[in-house]
């Protein structure tokens, strides 16, 4: 990402921030009328004791100078969490990672033998393991009968992102289709700002907005996290109504991997349990 995209990336994202943020949030009067949603940056730049001018400047994306301080004031007065303040740094002082020592271009990551044991053990959580691209390269059974058996996918389209997007399997498997995206797009949006330099993500998000219309919109509202928990809601076509809690893990090593895990409710576990054990001898596809 060059320094014009990144700063560029860095404004959009502090205006969807001051546009979420109400008045009264920020603890400001309310009498007067206005116009748009959220603050003004006249009172953002308030809050944060800077110079409205400065602050126009830095969300306007332009090549001003700016410290780790003065963002602290910022990030407080936007109320960001803590992800979202470490996006914003990312962008703002160009502290992502180089990406020299993984391009992502390359094969698929190797999953290592205990990597593969330690999801194949999760018998009936619903695992996948990505990379910092999102991109799928490995999950268990019980992830194939959930979803679809990401084998029959070619590796160059197994991104989880796309496949939320394109898939109609997604689509009708989620009661809460915008919730189940919103927080791949939050994960997807942490690694955006980590890997600043990187010019395959400016690519990759052009392209989304290009194929699907409504991506473009939930891109520029979503929020930020590194490792969101997500309560989900399924309606499996065999199994019925189905509840997990997505929790994700960080796989450290040189791949930068990410480990999704799935974990059903007792009542969800049991008819996973019977929906495996009846279809053991189909393909997880044909659960559909």
């Given amino acids: 990402m060059n320094s014009q995209t990144r700063l560029q990336a860095l404004s959009v994202f502090l205006k969807a921030q001051r546009a979420k ?6 603890g400001l009067p309310t009498g007067m009328r206005r116009r748009t949603p959220g603050l003004r940056r006249e009172e953002v730049a308030q ?8 602050y126009t400047w830095l969300e306007q994306g332009r090549d001003i100078k700016v410290s780790s301080s003065v963002l602290d004031c910022v990030a407080a007065a936007l ?17 992502g990672q180089s990406t020299l020592s993984y391009p992502t271009r390359q094969a698929a990551p190797l999953m290592t ?10 018998r009936y ?25 990401f084998e029959l996918i070619p590796w160059e389209e197994r991104n989880m992102i796309s496949l939320l997007f394109s898939r109609r399997e997604f689509k009708r498997l989620a009661v809460n289709w915008e919730h189940f995206a919103n927080g791949y797009l939050a994960m997807f949006r942490s690694y955006y700002g980590q890997y600043v330099e990187d010019e395959w993500y400016e690519q990759f998000l052009e392209e989304m907005k290009q194929r699907h219309p409504a991506f473009e919109q939930m891109w520029e509202q979503s929020r930020v996290s590194y ?10 076509a065999r199994a019925g109504k189905m509840v997990f809690e997505l929790t994700s893990l960080q796989v450290y090593g040189e791949h ?3 480990c999704s895990i799935y974990t059903p409710d007792a009542r969800t576990e049991e008819k996973l349990q019977k929906l495996m054990n009846d279809q053991g001898n189909m393909s997880a596809d044909e659960t559909f």
């Fill in 79 to 95: 109320q960001l969490t803590a992800d979202e303040r470490k996006y914003v740094f990312s962008l703002a002082l160009d502290t």
């Fill in 47 to 54: 809050l944060a004791g800077v110079s409205t001018t400065w």
């Fill in 113 to 122: 033998p205990s990597l593969e044991k330690i999801i194949t053990e999760l």
């Fill in 21 to 26: 943020l109400s008045p009264e949030a920020a």
């Fill in 256 to 258: 930068d991997l990410r």
């Fill in 227 to 236: 490792a969101p928990d997500v309560h989900l809601e399924f309606r499996h």
């Fill in 125 to 149: 959580c619903p695992a996948i393991i990505s990379d910092r691209t999102c991109r799928i390269v490995g999950w268990n059974v019980a992830a194939a009968y959930v979803f679809l058996d």
